[in-house]
């Protein structure tokens, strides 16, 4: 098998012209994105510049709009494309492993999905041979009879890489050639130092050995030293292609935010005397993806957290609300300490905290309920009297917080879910706020609502806090952190990496330090 193609020769693939709009949300405009048999390719972007309608794309779960042009090797290609011509293999964010299966069996899905195709048995003592030669292959010791379910993210994320380039070797042992494209979306969110250095090394091989790579990452350290060249997309647009070795963090930093300011809005924030006395401190938290973090909340004050997927940002609310097995650390709340190693749910709500979990429906809300049976659950113990609810005052209180938390229409007979997602998840903030704990956790409040909605929700947020409630809001979106909060925590590998205050806590200054992991700042 050869290894690059002779200087001059067309890509492995090229698109031109990819539009693709979802409704009224234009994902992709006129974008062109070129793959070179032999070199890394690095696509970066923030959340919402379109990467990932891109590999929808390339997958073919996504078709583009007209006037969409594909070329495989120079030749005109027609959508979907086909994966097994072009030689596409793809490790998604979410892994595509199955849960419920083995290792040996996720390493042979492909295999066995080939051999019922040509009516034929697979051979699971060759399978297991073969498995255990790939494992091999990439230095990886996995238990082969073990369910996937029960190996750490790391392990599971290696197999899904090592899946991933199996399936490549296959298409290149068969068709006698060193080519073919690997796309690999955020694979290094859950994988320690020493496995990322180990797959970017391994990801060199392979484009060296003459097939293209696709690498999706917000680790832009990483996305510099494995990539040749580099395109940038923001807001559905092509910002540019670049060659790595012209950039550095700061530059591919700017190019990938830009200049995104909040306009439009006043940012509701605390005059300094409004911020009150610590009312959560919490001491070398560990759990999940966080790794030794210590940070407080003050009465008043509107905490932001932000980071990329696998920082330890989004396992943060979760910790804090005893939903994470074998955390450990300690929380003082209000004069009460906990050990995290005995938090549950329960034991958080009891000291005072309340959490609005990021999947409403399906951890929020009973939409099958009323909006008053949801905003008032938490809170029915208060209307007992003598064994027996008194249902009567319970409704005037569910109708009062409707009007209060301004829910559309202020019907509390109406089943949750038929309304819109803006004024379920103003529900959802409300039926915690009822109970007046002494810090609010908000885990993406904004996420699936309108504009409107969203500043109802931040105003009702603002007020809660005004009365003296501590809040922590954790999001990914840095312009509403730049609208509300008083400080911003910055979240990389697991720990706090750079704390925003006062004039700092801008969109831009928050983007640079998400996404540069805190080693650098926004340029004026």
Same mark, same amino acid.
């Given at each position: 098998m050869g290894a690059h193609p002779e200087p001059g020769a067309p890509p492995a693939l090229l698109l031109k012209n990819i539009s693709k709009s979802f409704g009224s949300t234009q994902a992709l405009r006129g974008v062109e994105f070129a793959i070179p048999h032999g070199e890394v390719v690095g696509l970066v972007g923030q959340n919402g510049s379109g990467k #990932?309608?891109?590999?929808?794309? =390339?997958?073919? $779960?996504?078709?583009?709009? %007209?006037?969409?042009?594909?070329y495989v090797d120079g030749q005109p290609a027609s959508f979907p494309l086909s994966r097994a011509e072009v030689g596409l293999s793809f490790v998604f964010q979410d892994l595509g492993l199955v849960p419920s299966l083995t290792v040996l069996e996720n390493l #042979?899905?492909?295999?066995? !999905?080939?051999? %019922?195709?040509? =009516? +034929?048995? @697979?051979?699971?003592?060759?399978?297991?041979?073969? !498995? !255990?030669?790939?494992?091999?292959? $990439?230095?990886?010791?996995?238990?082969?009879? +073990?369910?996937?379910?029960?190996?750490?993210?790391?392990?599971?994320a290696?197999?899904?890489?090592?899946? #991933?380039?199996?399936?490549?070797?296959?298409?290149? !042992?068969? +068709?006698?050639?060193? +080519?073919?494209?690997?796309v690999l979306?955020?694979?290094?969110?859950? =994988?320690?130092? *020493?496995? *990322?250095?180990?797959?970017?090394s391994f990801i060199r091989r392979v484009a060296q050995g003459g097939a293209g790579v696709v690498f999706i990452s917000h680790d832009l350290e990483a996305v510099l030293e494995v990539s040749t060249r580099i395109t940038v997309l923001r807001d559905g647009q092509l910002v540019g292609h670049a060659l790595a070795q012209d950039l550095d963090e700061a530059r591919l930093a700017s190019l990938v935010v830009g200049k995104r300011e909040a306009t439009g809005h006043d940012r509701l924030v605390a005059e300094p005397e409004q911020i009150g006395a610590p009312v959560l401190e919490a001491h070398d938290l560990w759990g999940g993806t966080? &790794? &030794?973090?210590?940070?407080?909340?003050?009465?008043?004050?509107?905490?932001?957290?932000?980071? @990329?997927?696998? #920082?330890?940002?989004?396992?943060?609310?979760?910790?804090?609300? &005893? =939903?994470?097995? &074998?955390a450990r650390g300690t929380l003082n709340l209000a004069g009460r300490s906990l050990d995290v190693a005995h938090l549950t749910p329960a034991r958080a709500m009891a000291a005072g905290m309340a959490l609005v979990p990021s999947d409403r429906k399906r951890e929020g809300l009973a939409l099958r309920l009323s909006v008053g049976e949801n905003l008032m659950s938490l809170v029915l113990p208060q209307y007992f009297r003598r064994g027996r609810v008194r249902w009567p005052d319970v409704a005037?209180?569910?109708? %009062?917080?409707?009007?209060?938390?301004?829910?559309?229409?202020?019907?509390?007979?109406?089943?949750?879910?038929?309304?819109?997602?803006?004024?379920?998840? *103003?529900v959802l903030v409300a039926r915690w706020?009822?109970?007046?704990?002494?810090?609010?956790?908000?885990?993406?409040?904004?996420?699936?609502?309108?504009?409107?909605?969203?500043?109802?929700?931040? %105003?009702?947020?603002?007020?809660q806090a005004a009365q003296g409630m501590g809040v922590l809001w954790v999001a990914t979106d840095p312009q509403e952190m730049a609208l509300i909060a008083d400080r911003v925590l910055v979240f990389g590998d697991g720990r706090v990496v750079t704390e925003l205050r006062g004039h700092e806590v801008t969109a831009n200054a928050i983007s640079h330090a998400v996404i540069t992991r805190g080693r650098w700042t926004a340029q004026a």
């Open positions: #990932s309608t891109l590999v929808g794309i =390339l997958a073919g $779960y996504h078709l583009p709009e %007209r006037g969409a042009e594909a #042979s899905i492909g295999q066995w !999905a080939t051999a %019922r195709g040509r =009516l +034929r048995p @697979l051979s699971w003592r060759a399978a297991h041979r073969e !498995a !255990a030669a790939a494992l091999a292959r $990439y230095e990886l010791e996995l238990p082969l009879d +073990r369910p996937v379910r029960l190996l750490p993210l790391r392990d599971q290696l197999l899904a890489i090592v899946r #991933s380039l199996e399936e490549l070797r296959r298409f290149q !042992a068969e +068709r006698g050639t060193a +080519r073919g494209i690997l979306d955020e694979p290094t969110v859950f =994988l320690p130092q *020493k496995e *990322k250095l180990f797959l970017l966080v &790794g &030794g973090v210590d940070f407080t909340v003050h009465a008043g004050e509107v905490l932001a957290v932000a980071g @990329l997927m696998g #920082s330890g940002a989004e396992d943060l609310p979760r910790l804090l609300f &005893g =939903l994470i097995p &074998g005037r209180s569910a109708q %009062r917080h409707c009007t209060t938390f301004r829910v559309r229409p202020p019907d509390p007979g109406r089943p949750v879910g038929t309304l819109s997602g803006g004024n379920q998840q *103003k706020c009822i109970r007046q704990p002494r810090v609010l956790i908000l885990h993406e409040p904004t996420q699936g609502v309108d504009v409107g909605a969203r500043a109802e929700i931040m %105003r009702i947020v603002r007020q």
